[in-house]
């Protein structure tokens, strides 16, 4: 199975700081990668596929780039809605695989 | 709006058996794949089964394999997870999703249900 980790595993920030998560896989998974946002209590949103495509209602300040094993999610400028935890998810080859996780918390 | 309303989580022991269901409305369910995604407590994500549109094309988590089964039934618009010989470690909130598209069939997850929690203890 593709393993993904993620980098931090969890940080601390203040709303308008520029946040970067990573995603690095076990082999190359071309552009074959998903970024979700998961807050307490509510189910997991996807927020970006394919790498950079952004979902539809998806603020811009989001943003996703890399390819083949190297992955980043950028935050451009971090919202009070914007603290809850963020998962990568490989879609190149089954069995799916998701990171550990990224909790981002208010300093 | 797309709704998927899972039902059938509760406390169950050791080695038993628990059915989730997932009731999906406001799309036409019998055109995408589907999937169970589960979470355990204060842990991540973990991807557990995907079953094609017309339920002939499986896979399973190797965690779950052989213990674990999911189907579908199109003309009620309902997905399921028949759990076997259930162990403390499947203790999670189990989420059904959907695909994001039609086609191409792309295992994005981008409708989630809110979950059904299943607790194995004795």
Same mark, same amino acid.
């Given at each position: 199975?593709?393993? @993904?980790?993620?980098?931090? =595993? %969890? #940080?601390?920030?203040? &709303?308008?700081? *520029? ?27 996807? @927020?970006?596929?394919?790498? =950079? %495509? #952004?979902?539809?209602? &998806?603020?811009? *300040? ?17 919202q ?28 | ?6 039902s ?67 003309s ?10 259930l ?36």
């Amino acid at each position: 199975a593709i393993q @993904l980790t993620q980098s931090p =595993s %969890s #940080l601390s920030t203040s &709303v308008g700081d *520029r946040v970067t998560i990573a995603c690095r896989a076990s082999q190359d998974i071309s552009s074959a990668l998903a970024w979700y946002q998961e807050r307490p209590g509510e189910a997991p949103k996807l @927020l970006i596929y394919d790498v =950079s %495509s #952004l979902e539809s209602g &998806v603020p811009s *300040r989001f943003s996703g780039s890399g390819s083949g094993t190297d992955f980043t999610l950028t935050i451009s400028s971090l919202q009070p809605e914007d603290f809850a935890t963020y998962y990568c998810q490989q879609f190149d080859s089954y069995p799916l695989t998701f990171g550990g996780g990224t909790k981002v918390e208010i300093k | 709006q797309v709704q998927l309303v899972e039902s059938g989580g509760g406390v169950v022991q050791p080695g038993r058996s628990l059915r989730l269901s997932c009731a999906a409305s406001k799309f036409t369910f019998s055109s995408y794949s589907m999937h169970w995604v589960r979470q355990a407590p204060g842990k991540g994500l973990e991807w557990v089964a995907v079953i094609s549109s017309d339920g002939i094309t499986k896979h399973h988590a190797d965690s779950v394999k052989g213990r674990f089964t999911i189907s579908r039934d199109n003309s009620k618009n309902t997905l399921f997870l028949q759990m076997n010989s259930l162990r403390s470690d499947d203790t999670a909130v189990y989420f059904c999703a959907r695909d994001r598209t039609l086609i191409p069939v792309v295992p994005i997850f981008q409708h989630w249900g809110q979950g059904t929690l299943v607790t194995v203890s004795s």
